[in-house]
């Protein structure tokens, strides 16, 4: 189990960038692959992006790959994810989660911890 805290949202207007950090405690930070999810109202937790425990491997959703950037400092117990030229849809709350094992993945369900998640609003 590992506790995170997400931080970096804002309002920000369309074309800007924003960088969200999500900080773990315990110490085992670096056995867990780690990812970033969006939700708006009324939708499901969307997939955003993953990175590999040891941060050489990264997997984007088609709609931010280009955009956005997921990165980590295992000495910081800290991932960040790197966004720009936000676009309006890109307006969510976005969650940081973690789950055990090397394998960076897609899936909400093989999470098994997250944030509290981080508002990001992009205007027109």
């Known amino acids: 189990q590992v506790q995170l805290v997400e931080s970096g949202g804002g309002l920000v207007q369309a074309g800007g960038s924003l960088r969200l950090s999500c900080a773990a405690s315990g110490r085992s930070f670096s056995s867990y692959a780690m990812g970033w999810f969006r939700q708006t109202p009324g939708k499901e937790r969307e997939f955003v992006a993953a990175i590999n425990t040891g941060g050489a491997y990264t997997y984007y959703a088609d709609s931010v790959k280009g955009r956005f950037t997921i990165s980590r400092e295992n000495a910081k117990n800290t991932v960040y994810l790197q966004m720009n030229s936000l676009k309006p849809e890109d307006t969510a709350v976005y969650f940081c989660?973690?789950?055990?094992?090397?394998?960076?993945?897609?899936?909400?369900?093989?999470?098994?911890?997250w944030g509290q998640g981080t508002q990001v609003t992009v205007s027109a």
């Open positions: 989660g973690a789950r055990v094992g090397t394998h960076l993945t897609a899936l909400q369900s093989q999470y098994s911890d």
